[in-house]
């Protein structure tokens, strides 16, 4: 089955910094899909970064990367030159290629200060 | 242009009613979802409608039936409202990897 663990319930950033919010995965799928989606305050759900398991070069997204280390079955986003606007909770995501349901982790709240 | 709208935004209710949510996607999507979160912000399918086909039904009361009138709709009607319904429930339609989310409905049974 799938899972998606998000360890951090809260990380804190200092304006400016970049800041890596850690995700692992379980499946037994080889073909797949990570996501990365921002909640922020205001509630709506927003696509962040898509990576599959078959790409060979890790996303990128303006100042979001995604990390992939597909034997470590880890997908952890990477934002830099963080920004108050990047308040917000962050979810991972994951589906099986081809499949329809995709699985959320719990999400991970970041704060960043100015 | 809203690629994913749903109405209402709010909805305030007491145990025991009746309620619909509307969805609407103009993204030319096949697939469609509905999405509860719940108060520490875990969201969990509910449904997924295919061409207007349901393909995933999770572990969810019958008290929920998704209903989608064509591709681009897919509606949530709810009976006898519990207080443990009281969410966000998110309409999702699907591109070629992304979701794109609607706005939510906040529910609140009182």
């Known amino acids: 089955a799938q899972k998606i663990t998000q360890t951090q319930p809260g990380m804190f950033v200092q304006e400016k910094e970049a800041v890596t919010l850690d995700c692992t995965y379980d499946t037994s799928d080889q073909s797949y899909g990570l996501f990365w989606y921002k909640q922020p305050s205001s509630g709506e759900m927003i696509f962040l970064i898509y990576?599959?398991?078959?790409?060979?070069q890790n996303a990128t997204e303006g100042r979001y990367s995604l990390n992939f280390q597909k034997a470590r079955k880890s997908a952890n986003l990477v934002i830099s030159a963080s920004q108050l606007g990047d308040s917000a909770m962050y979810f991972c995501?994951?589906?099986?290629?081809?499949?329809?349901?995709?699985?959320f982790g719990a999400g991970t709240r970041l704060f960043v200060k100015a | 242009d809203t690629a994913v709208s749903q109405t209402p935004k709010y909805l305030v209710t007491q145990m025991g009613n009746d309620k619909s949510i509307k969805c609407e996607q103009n993204?030319?999507?096949?697939?469609m979802y509905w999405y509860k979160q719940d108060s520490k912000k875990f969201l969990k399918i509910m449904f997924s409608?295919?061409?207007?086909?349901?393909?995933i039904n999770e572990t969810v009361p019958n008290r929920f039936s998704p209903k989608s009138p064509d591709k681009a709709h897919l509606n949530l009607h709810i009976n006898s409202l519990e207080l443990g319904d009281s969410a966000v429930y998110f309409c999702a339609s699907r591109g070629t990897y992304e979701q794109y989310f609607g706005p939510g409905t906040r529910l609140t049974v009182t």
């Open positions: 409608y295919n061409n207007k086909e349901l393909i």
């Open positions: 990576q599959g398991s078959y790409d060979e």
């Open positions: 993204l030319g999507h096949d697939t």
């Open positions: 995501a994951m589906r099986y290629t081809g499949g329809f349901k995709t699985i």
